[in-house]
């Protein structure tokens, strides 16, 4: 399996609640436990399809960290990318 850390993204889950997500396993759990039903679409799917794939050693945490943002932008999740300098919403 390839390296399981990424640089910080951070999402607020509920209001005034605001989550680190740092790491492949935490995206994992994230999308198959606690993610809006409603926001199961295609970014959701491709994010999940990505932590298989990096689990299997196919993609990277990078590749993860990125298909996690989008689901998260889907879901209208605000989120600190740590690139931009603000936070982002779809």
Known sequence: MAVDHFKIVTIQIAPGQ??????????????TGSW???????????????????FEGKKSGDNV??????AAKDARI???EGTNGGWVEK
Not at 18 to 31: F, G
């Open 18 to 31: 605001i989550l680190n997500v740092t790491s492949t396993r935490q995206v994992a759990e994230l999308l």
């Open 36 to 54: 809006p039903p409603q926001a199961r679409g295609e970014a959701y799917n491709a994010a999940v399809e990505t932590c298989m794939d990096h």
């Open 65 to 70: 960290r990125s298909a996690f943002i989008e």
């Open 78 to 80: 605000f989120l600190w």
